[in-house]
């Protein structure tokens, strides 16, 4: 029987505000929770608890000024911040933020489409997003942002390698490149009784260096070198103002809900939980609520990176990039094939092994992260060792200051005219 046309188009409209209401909320939560944690009130004026403000912002910022420069690619300048907000919206598309839902007679599940190959679909999106903030920069034709999209480029390309390799253990493991294949193979039990089926405890090196990966791919705090303020004036998006500024800071926010939802779902069961005996009609409506739950933890981890640690210079963001998260990625993912192939054709390790080998794993990359330094580290301390001055330097200022520093009593010789 063919499926009647309101069932899409109630799903497209269910996600999309689903999705839209939780980055509402995240700008203001994230408001609220920075200012507790910098000791302020934080937005408290427009609704309950301040939260309307957002709504009042957004309103405001539509019929703020926007102004062109005479300078730029108009053309460029004013598709780059579209490309963003549809990247994001495309990319949440896969991800079933629910379980079945009967209604009218119709029983469908709560995602848009259930590709044969969605982790691709994610990965593919994900790699559009940064032709927003390289097109915002290169088509402004000024040098801050222009900096900005270069940085914006090579970030992305770095983390975007280790993201790929994580999510390559993840169907690796599941067999499947299918979103909701991945999903059921975490709904049932664990490989360790009584612990859920979740990938993050079999796959933790994968599931640490996906979420490491994902505050770069946000461009989120420490990571926000592509719009750093302190260095590039405000970065990709310095030229912008008005709808076209508000539309960057929506798909910055947009973008965490939407790695938050794709880290959950890849590792965590996205919408699998317990139903506690609840009828078929409403098991699926608990799956939103798990993965709202979910999914609000990672948000608030984004939110707690961002007031609790300061930017990363942009050489130790490459070096963790490159020579910490790409190695351990590629290593892992030839070790979950192995144990896959082994599972195959001898019954593989047992579950105590597996775990003892991923937490090993996870704990050397914890390790990595902390320590990972560059050679430009140790020029910096040296350059701030300081050296006393040898005597009779002139930089010292004089031999009369060298004896007054040492305390050296040594005998003047009087000058002899001639």
Same mark, same amino acid.
């Given at each position: 029987?063919?499926?009647?046309?309101?069932?899409?188009?109630?799903?497209?409209?269910?996600?999309?505000?689903?999705?839209?209401?939780?980055?509402?909320?995240?700008?203001?939560?994230?408001?609220?929770?920075?200012?507790?944690?910098?000791?302020?009130?934080?937005?408290?004026?427009?609704?309950?608890?301040?939260?309307?403000?957002?709504?009042?912002?957004?309103?405001?910022?539509?019929?703020?000024?926007?102004?062109?420069?005479?300078?730029?690619?108009?053309?460029?300048?004013?598709?780059?911040?579209?490309?963003?907000?549809?990247?994001?919206?495309? $990319?949440?598309?896969?991800?079933?933020?629910?379980?079945?839902?009967?209604? !009218?007679?119709? /029983?469908?599940? #709560?995602? &848009? @489409? +259930?590709?044969?190959?969605?982790?691709?679909?994610?990965?593919?999106?994900?790699?559009?997003?940064?032709?927003?903030?390289?097109?915002?920069?290169?088509?402004?034709?000024?040098?801050?942002?222009?900096?900005?999209?270069?940085?914006?480029?090579?970030?992305?390309? $770095?983390?975007?390698?280790?993201?790929?390799?994580?999510?390559?253990?993840? !169907?690796?493991? /599941?067999?499947? #490149?299918? &979103? @909701? +294949?991945?999903?059921?193979?975490?709904?049932?039990?664990?490989?360790?009784?009584?612990?859920?089926?979740?990938?993050?405890?079999?796959?933790?090196?994968?599931?640490?260096?996906?979420?490491?990966?994902?505050?770069?791919?946000?461009?989120?705090?420490?990571?926000?070198?592509?719009?750093?303020?302190?260095?590039?004036?405000?970065?990709?998006?310095?030229?912008?103002?008005?709808?076209?500024?508000?539309?960057?800071?929506?798909?910055?926010?947009?973008?965490?809900?939407?790695?938050?939802?794709?880290?959950?779902?890849?590792?965590?069961?996205?919408?699998?939980?317990?139903?506690?005996?609840?009828?078929?009609?409403?098991?699926?409506?608990?799956?939103?609520?798990?993965?709202?739950?979910?999914?609000?933890?990672?948000?608030?981890?984004?939110?707690?990176?961002?007031?609790?640690?300061?930017?990363?210079?942009?050489?130790?963001?490459?070096?963790?990039?490159?020579?910490?998260?790409?190695?351990?990625?590629?290593?892992?993912?030839?070790?979950?094939?192995?144990?896959?192939?082994?599972?195959?054709?001898?019954?593989?390790?047992?579950?105590?092994?597996?775990?003892?080998?991923?937490?090993?794993?996870?704990?050397?990359?914890?390790?990595?992260?902390?320590?990972?330094?560059?050679?430009?580290?140790?020029?910096?301390?040296?350059?701030?060792?300081?050296?006393?001055?040898?005597?009779?330097?002139?930089?010292?200022?004089?031999?009369?200051?060298?004896?007054?520093?040492?305390?050296?009593?040594?005998?003047?010789?009087?000058?002899?005219?001639?």
């Amino acid at each position: 029987m063919e499926t009647p046309l309101w069932v899409p188009l109630l799903q497209v409209v269910v996600i999309f505000t689903y999705y839209l209401l939780l980055t509402a909320l995240l700008i203001w939560a994230e408001r609220r929770v920075v200012a507790r944690m910098q000791s302020r009130l934080g937005p408290n004026r427009v609704g309950p608890f301040g939260i309307l403000q957002t709504l009042v912002d957004g309103v405001k910022m539509f019929f703020k000024e926007d102004v062109t420069p005479g300078m730029v690619n108009k053309l460029i300048f004013n598709i780059a911040p579209i490309v963003g907000v549809v990247a994001g919206f495309l $990319s949440i598309a896969v991800i079933p933020i629910g379980g079945e839902v009967t209604l !009218f007679g119709e /029983t469908f599940t #709560l995602v &848009v @489409s +259930d590709l044969n190959v969605g982790v691709l679909w994610v990965l593919a999106m994900g790699s559009l997003h940064v032709y927003s903030t390289f097109l915002a920069g290169w088509a402004s034709n000024s040098p801050y942002p222009l900096m900005g999209g270069i940085r914006s480029s090579a970030q992305m390309v $770095s983390y975007e390698i280790a993201q790929g390799l994580a999510v390559a253990s993840v !169907f690796i493991y /599941t067999g499947s #490149l299918r &979103v @909701s +294949d991945i999903v059921a193979a975490q709904s049932g039990s664990g490989f360790v009784e009584g612990v859920p089926g979740w990938y993050a405890i079999p796959l933790f090196p994968a599931f640490m260096v996906f979420v490491i990966g994902m505050v770069a791919e946000a461009g989120r705090p420490p990571f926000d070198l592509a719009e750093a303020e302190g260095e590039l004036v405000g970065g990709f998006n310095t030229e912008y103002s008005g709808l076209r500024f508000g539309m960057f800071m929506l798909a910055e926010f947009m973008s965490v809900v939407t790695m938050s939802a794709i880290v959950v779902t890849l590792f965590l069961g996205g919408p699998a939980g317990p139903t506690f005996g609840a009828p078929d009609a409403v098991a699926g409506l608990i799956g939103v609520f798990w993965f709202t739950l979910k999914t609000a933890l990672f948000i608030f981890l984004f939110i707690l990176l961002r007031g609790a640690l300061p930017r990363y210079r942009y050489d130790r963001l490459m070096n963790l990039g490159w020579k910490v998260l790409i190695p351990v990625a590629l290593v892992w993912t030839l070790v979950t094939a192995g144990m896959v192939l082994l599972e195959q054709e001898q019954g593989g390790f047992g579950a105590g092994l597996r775990l003892t080998m991923a937490s090993a794993a996870g704990v050397i990359l914890l390790w990595l992260v902390a320590t990972s330094r560059t050679p430009r580290d140790a020029g910096d301390r040296a350059d701030h060792h300081e050296v006393a001055p040898a005597p009779g330097d002139p930089a010292a200022g004089g031999d009369d200051d060298v004896l007054a520093t040492h305390g050296e009593d040594v005998p003047r010789t009087e000058e002899v005219s001639p």
